[in-house]
C-alpha cells in the first residue's frame, strides 16, 4: 500500500451544545472500572441528524448507590426498566441498538470540549 504522509494534525472532535437529543446505542461492553468494579460501557450515537451525530461514551456502574441511579434512567429512557424492585440480569451486548433520549453537557478533557451524559430522559408516568 502506498501512502504520501503529510503534516499530522491533532482531530478536531464535534461537539453538540448542552441540551436534550435523541441516541441509539451503537456498542456496549462489561468491563471493570478504575477500582476494579464491574460496569457497563455504552457507546452512544447521539444527535438529531446523521450530519450533527456525535459519539458519546458512558459507563453504568451497579452496585454503587451513589451511581446507580443512571442504570436506572438508562433503563426507563430505552423503555426497558422492568419496574421498581425487580431483579434483572443486565447483558450489554442486548442493549445494541436500543434509542432513547438524553440530556448532554460539554465538559473539558486535556482542555478542549467533550460531550458528556448529564442524564437519560424519560416519563414518570409508569413509575
Given at each position: 500500500m502506498k501512502y504520501n504522509a503529510r503534516k499530522p494534525e491533532a482531530p478536531q472532535f464535534k461537539t453538540l451544545p448542552p441540551g436534550d437529543y435523541?441516541?441509539?446505542?451503537?456498542?456496549a461492553r462489561e468491563t471493570t472500572s478504575k477500582t476494579n468494579r464491574p460496569?457497563?460501557?455504552v457507546k452512544l450515537v447521539v444527535g438529531e441528524s446523521?450530519?450533527?451525530e456525535v459519539t458519546v461514551f458512558d459507563y453504568l456502574l451497579p452496585g454503587d448507590p451513589k451511581t446507580e441511579w443512571k442504570i436506572d434512567a438508562f433503563l426507563a429512557a430505552c423503555g426497558m426498566h422492568p419496574g421498581e424492585k425487580d431483579e434483572v440480569e443486565l447483558e450489554a451486548n442486548e442493549f445494541i441498538g436500543w434509542t432513547g433520549r438524553v440530556k448532554l453537557k460539554l465538559e473539558k478533557f486535556e482542555g478542549k470540549d467533550r460531550n458528556k451524559v448529564d442524564t437519560y430522559l424519560f416519563g414518570t408516568e409508569e413509575f
Open positions: 435523541p441516541f441509539r446505542v451503537l456498542d460496569m457497563m460501557e446523521a450530519e450533527d
